[in-house]
């Protein structure tokens, strides 16, 4: 059976919060960074969905004018609708994968900002103890 380890104490110079408050301000800036991340992509979906279902009614309408023969006035070439179809080709490669924002999701509920305690919750806490200790002290004394 190993051997129990000793508590780390604070390292001398150093006070006690001050590590937890910048690892706490570290893991709160990386949640908001994630959450604006995934907003921007959000929005970004939102805006090519709309763009793709633009482009697809246009194709739809030049591929039938195309076929009714209608290619001279008002009408759209081979190339236009290539190049139409290269468009819709390169929007739905940049578009966020359903997977990818279940990731993230994930990432984000797996974290649950809201399991942290607040840095004056800890410290109210750590106060509450050592007055505790002090209190069970001077009892043993008397």
């Known amino acids: 059976m190993p051997a129990p380890q000793r508590p780390q104490?604070?390292?001398?110079?150093?006070?006690q919060g001050a590590e937890g408050d910048a690892g706490m301000r570290s893991v709160e800036s990386k949640i908001?960074?994630?959450?604006?991340?995934?907003?921007?992509?959000e929005r970004n979906e939102e805006v090519i969905g709309r763009t793709l279902?633009?482009?697809?009614?246009?194709?739809?309408?030049l591929e039938?004018?195309?076929a009714a023969g209608g290619g001279a006035a008002g009408g759209a070439s081979a190339g236009e609708i290539a190049e139409l179809r290269?468009?819709?080709?390169?929007l739905s490669k940049s578009a966020a994968k359903q997977e990818?924002?279940?990731?993230?999701?994930?990432?984000?509920?797996?974290?649950?900002p809201l399991e942290f305690a607040r840095m004056d919750q800890v410290q109210e806490f750590v106060r509450d103890e050592i007055e505790k200790q002090l209190a069970e002290r001077e009892k043993k004394k008397k």
């Open 9 to 15: 104490r604070p390292r001398p110079g150093t006070p």
């Open 32 to 41: 908001d960074l994630i959450v604006q991340k995934i907003k921007g992509v």
């Open 64 to 66: 039938a004018q195309v």
């Open 53 to 61: 279902v633009a482009q697809n009614e246009r194709l739809k309408k």
């Open 100 to 112: 990818n924002l279940l990731e993230l999701k994930y990432i984000i509920d797996e974290i649950n």
């Open 86 to 90: 290269k468009e819709l080709e390169e």
